[in-house]
């Protein structure tokens, strides 16, 4: 069972740079993909951008070419560099991760709060 730690969101004005990362508790033996998650205020959740664990990146149309997701399989971590912030970026980012095999499972961070400002 994997439990996910979100860190490094904050308050920066746009263009600048902030770089979240999320901790796995468990041994992340099992782990398929990783993956970060944005809600905006009266907004959905979306997908900002995921990882498998062959090393397959993709990323939302709206963020690609300023953000790069990464992962550390030794640490059982990920993160999420994020550049050239946009105020459209404010949202509370979470972290998932899917888990397959027996038992599977699909875990979420509680988020991190990224707010720019203009």
């Known amino acids: 069972q994997e439990q996910l730690v979100e860190s490094g969101g904050g308050l920066v004005q746009a263009g600048e740079s902030l770089t979240l990362s999320c901790a796995a508790s468990g041994s992340g033996f099992g782990i398929i993909a990783m993956g970060w998650y944005r809600q905006a205020p009266r907004k959905q959740r979306e997908l900002v951008a995921f990882?498998?664990?062959?090393?397959?990146?993709n990323y939302a149309d709206t963020v690609r070419g300023r953000f790069t997701i990464s992962r550390d399989h030794a640490e059982n971590t990920e993160t999420l560099q994020m550049n050239s912030l946009k105020p459209e970026d404010t949202a509370v980012y979470y972290c998932?991760?899917?888990?397959?095999?027996?038992?599977?499972?699909?875990?979420w961070g509680k988020g991190t709060q990224v707010t720019v400002s203009s």
């Open positions: 990882i498998t664990a062959g090393g397959i990146k």
């Open positions: 998932r991760a899917v888990v397959a095999g027996n038992p599977s499972g699909d875990y």
